[in-house]
T-cell receptor, first 116, second 110 residues
Framework: DSGVTQTPKHLITATGQRVTLRCSPRSGDLSVYWYQQSLDQGLQFLIQYYNGEERAKGNILERFSAQQFPDLHSELNLSSLELGDSALYFC???????????????FGEGSRLTVL | TQLLEQSPQFLSIQEGENLTVYCNSSSVFSSLQWYRQEPGEGPVLLVTVVTGGEVKKLKRLTFQFGDARKDSSLHITAAQPGDTGLYLCAGTDSWGKLQFGAGTQVVVTP
C-alpha cells in the first residue's frame, strides 16, 4: 500500500461527457502528480501541484484541468471526452516540490477510464 | 517522442536466465530512477542513481548509471517469475518534470 488513494478505480462513460478523478496523497506529501498511461503512449506526465499551486505542466490537453485543494487532495477533470482518452490515470505524491531530484514518487493504483 | 528510450520493449525469458534492459537519452540527467509496475498497480520505485558511473545492487538486480549520465541499465541475475513486470526508467528533465520511458515488459516463465 503506497498510501496514495485514487477514486474511482473504474469508470465507463460516453463520448462528450465529463468526469472527475480524485486523489488523496500520502500523509505529509505536498506534491501531487497526474500521469496518463495508455498502451501506445506509455506513462505521460500531465501536471504537478505543490502545496496548492501548479508547479509543472506536461502534455495535458486543454479539455483537462486539475487542482489541489487546501487539504492537499487533488482532482483531475476530464471534459468533452473522446475515445482516445480511454486510459489509466495515475496520481502520485512526493515530499519534494521542485528541483532536479524529484525524490521517490508514490503512485496510487490508478483510475481506469473507458470512453465508449 | 520519448525523452527516454527503453529497450527492448518486450523480453520473455525462462526462470534462472539473466537479462538486461536499457534506458537511453540524448539529455543529461541529474538523477535517474527505475520503477517496476505490476498489473493493476502503480509503479513502485526500485532505485535512484545519482552519480555518473554509479553502480547499485539490490539483491539480484544491478543498476548502472552511465558516466555521462545519459543512460542507464538494469541487469537481473537468475530471474524468477516474481520479477515479471513492466520496468520503467524515469529522469527529471531541465524543466523539473519527471519523465518516464515507455518501459520494458519482462515476462519470466517457470
Amino acid at each position: 500500500d503506497s498510501g496514495v488513494t485514487q477514486t474511482p478505480k473504474h469508470l465507463i462513460t460516453a463520448t462528450g461527457q465529463r468526469v472527475t478523478l480524485r486523489c488523496s496523497p500520502r500523509s505529509g506529501d505536498l506534491s501531487v502528480y497526474w500521469y496518463q498511461q495508455s498502451l501506445d503512449q506509455g506513462l505521460q506526465f500531465l501536471i504537478q501541484y505543490y502545496n496548492g499551486e501548479e508547479r509543472a505542466k506536461g502534455n495535458i490537453l486543454e479539455r483537462f484541468s486539475a487542482q489541489q485543494f487546501p487539504d492537499l487532495h487533488s482532482e483531475l477533470n476530464l471534459s468533452s471526452l473522446e475515445l482516445g482518452d480511454s486510459a489509466l490515470y495515475f496520481c502520485a505524491s512526493s515530499e519534494a516540490g521542485w528541483g532536479p531530484n524529484t525524490g521517490e514518487l508514490f503512485f496510487g493504483e490508478g483510475s481506469r477510464l473507458t470512453v465508449l | 517522442t520519448q525523452l527516454l528510450e527503453q529497450s527492448p520493449q518486450f523480453l520473455s525469458i525462462q526462470e534462472g536466465e539473466n537479462l538486461t534492459v536499457y534506458c537511453n537519452s540524448s539529455s543529461v540527467f541529474s538523477s535517474l530512477q527505475w520503477y517496476r509496475q505490476e498489473p493493476g498497480e502503480g509503479p513502485v520505485l526500485l532505485v535512484t542513481v545519482v552519480t555518473g558511473g554509479e553502480v547499485k545492487k539490490l539483491k539480484r538486480l544491478t543498476f548502472q548509471f552511465g558516466d555521462a549520465r545519459k543512460d542507464s541499465s538494469l541487469h537481473i541475475t537468475a530471474a524468477q517469475p516474481g520479477d515479471t513486470g513492466l520496468y520503467l526508467c524515469a529522469g527529471t528533465d531541465s524543466w523539473g518534470k519527471l519523465q518516464f520511458g515507455a518501459g520494458t515488459q519482462v515476462v519470466v516463465t517457470p
